[in-house]
């Protein structure tokens, strides 16, 4: 083989290697998304508190991002977050995909190296999990659904208790009722697609806080 198509061939190699660099780079920058999903009141919000403090992780509440847009002055969406959530609706996806997708940006902008991210009470139907697929492409990777899986009992229980500090309009029976249903309407199926794909990770969440974190722990400390 004469020393020129020696040259040809590490220079193709030379290219190969910078390509694969390059990509792997990229997906290093990309967001590392856990979505976790279960009931109103199954404790995702108390869990991810915790997760947080152990883990590193940024947790987005996509609840409290739409509860905080509809308290904005000026929020042009304001009353119509108001109007899905009293009735236990899901708010329409581009609002709830684009307030994830800034708060994701400035947590980056403001540290770079923050790319784990739980978002919590997202994807709540089919046509929230196709938004994020076709909006948040080549942005982030979902590695896998956290799931805290507790009795509609239990779940109505805990936030009518929630409700009595709370302050949230939609911590009350009557909500709950339609939210519980929502739930199991539009949720449960997202669910159940991400389960055939093997990335959901179950967690009884009808214990005590601190045994259901136990879990939580057992089940990061094996994905990490």
């Known amino acids: 083989m004469s020393f020129r198509l020696l040259s040809s061939l590490s220079a193709k190699l030379r290219s190969v290697v910078y390509r694969a660099a390059t990509v792997a780079l990229i997906d290093m920058k990309k967001a590392q998304v856990v979505f976790v999903l279960g009931g109103p009141g199954s404790g995702k ?11 590193g992780y940024t ?7 739409l509860r905080a847009e509809r308290s904005r002055e000026g929020s ?3 009353q119509l977050i108001d109007n899905h959530i009293k009735d236990g609706k899901i708010v329409p996806f581009e609002i709830t995909i684009k307030l994830l997708k800034k708060a994701m940006e400035e947590t980056r902008r403001l540290d770079e190296k923050k790319i784990h991210f739980l978002i919590d009470g997202f994807p709540r ?4 999990l196709q938004g994020w697929t076709t909006i948040m ?3 982030a990777d979902v590695k896998f659904v956290l799931f805290f899986d ?3 009992e239990v779940c109505i229980n805990r936030c009518v208790e929630r409700g009595k500090s709370s302050g949230r ?11 519980i249903q929502t739930y199991l309407q539009s949720t449960r199926p997202v669910i159940s697609l991400y389960e055939k794909q093997g990335k959901v990770r179950t967690v009884d969440a009808s214990c005590a806080v601190d045994k259901v974190f136990a ?4 089940i990061l400390d094996k994905e990490i």
Do not use: M, P, W
């Open 45 to 55: 919000g108390t869990q991810c508190v915790r997760i947080v403090e152990n883990y």
């Open 137 to 139: 492409d080549g942005e």
């Open 59 to 65: 947790h987005l509440s996509a609840g409290d991002l």
């Open 169 to 179: 309009t939609d911590d009350n029976r009557a909500s709950l009722e339609k939210r």
């Open 150 to 152: 507790c009795s509609n």
């Open 76 to 78: 042009e969406f304001g």
């Open 215 to 218: 879990n939580v722990k057992t």
């Open 125 to 128: 139907n089919e046509e929230n």
